[in-house]
């Protein structure tokens, strides 16, 4: 049997910033399949988001390339949606006007039929159902707590059904948990909508209980550490208890070990023991 051609293909891509010394992103290789769910882990500073707005086209590299379906990805398309940890929604619209926008710029540039329309509309409200927002759905950002505002920007992500969504720390400013029910929401999501995503997290047990695989980033400059092809059941079928489960553990150890491996704590930790043995010097006695 022969492997899936891959959604997204990601060779030798490399990334450095105008001014900067030290690429961003160097020499990634990588390919994400159709329908997967890969998690992007790595110390501050790595490129995770880097790699993520380079997968959205939001940013242009400076070498290699990235292919999503066997087209060069040049820019944003809509096939492609964005989600990031502040939210970025509309103050000024509603709830259900911030889910449907996307949607009505497009009827409104007379790009839509009418069955299409009245689909999306459709589509609006089945999304707020799902997302607990029915309720809010005529309440305006500033009235909602983070866990619905977050909710909002992954409905309004959802509503052109992207091929491929693109998650970066999501739910890293929301409390445990908040988090704990987004979890369990973005994994029924995904059994759902069937789309490809990539999610960058700080958090190792959130990367390790939602995705199948998880790629560890290094930086200075940003590369590929590795990619670790979880032996755990398919994120569809993962329930919270899996969180406390040994395998799951095991796996959050090898992932953080490598982070740490790579992050250069250690070189920190140097510091900050010279740093006390300075002050002890300085101690009278
Ligand atoms: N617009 C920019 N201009 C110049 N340098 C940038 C820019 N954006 C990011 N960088 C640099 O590129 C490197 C990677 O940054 P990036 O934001 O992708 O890392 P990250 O892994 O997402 O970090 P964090 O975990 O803190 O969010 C860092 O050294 C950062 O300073
Ligand atoms: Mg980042």
């Not at 890969?38 to 997968?55: D, E, H, N, P």
């Amino acid at each position: 049997m022969t492997a899936p051609a891959p959604c997204i293909r990601i060779a030798g891509l490399g990334k450095t910033y105008p001014g900067q010394s030290l690429p961003a992103l160097q020499a990634i290789d990588l390919d994400v399949a159709q329908g997967e769910f890969l998690a992007l882990v790595g110390a501050s500073g790595c490129g995770k988001s880097t790699l993520l707005r380079l997968i959205a086209g939001l940013e242009a590299p400076t070498s290699g390339g990235i292919w999503l379906d066997d087209a060069p990805v040049t820019g944003p398309g809509p096939e492609r949606a964005v989600v990031f940890q502040d939210y970025s929604l509309y103050p000024w619209l509603t709830v259900l006007e911030n889910v449907r926008f996307c949607r009505s710029l497009r009827v409104h540039t007379g790009n839509a039929s009418d069955s299409q329309a009245a689909s999306a509309v459709e589509r609006s409200y089945a999304l707020l159902d799902v997302m607990g927002l029915d309720a809010v759905r005529d309440h305006y950002p500033n009235q909602l707590s983070g866990g619905m505002r977050q909710r909002v920007a992954i409905a309004r992500a959802l509503m052109a059904q992207p091929r491929v969504l693109l998650m970066d720390e999501p739910f890293g400013a929301l409390d445990a948990q908040t988090r704990e029910v987004m979890h369990e929401l973005i994994l029924r999501l995904f059994e759902i909508e069937r789309s490809t995503i990539v999610f960058v997290t700080h958090d190792v047990e959130e990367a390790v209980y939602l995705a199948s695989r998880v790629v560890v980033l290094a930086p200075h400059p940003g590369r590929v550490d590795g990619v670790h092809t979880l032996s755990l059941p398919p994120p569809g079928e993962r329930h919270p208890d899996l969180k406390l489960a040994p395998e799951l553990l095991q796996w959050k150890k090898t992932v953080l070990e490598r982070i740490r491996a790579t992050s250069g704590v250690q070189h920190d930790l140097d510091k900050l023991n010279r740093l006390a043995e300075l002050s002890r010097r300085r101690t009278p006695t």
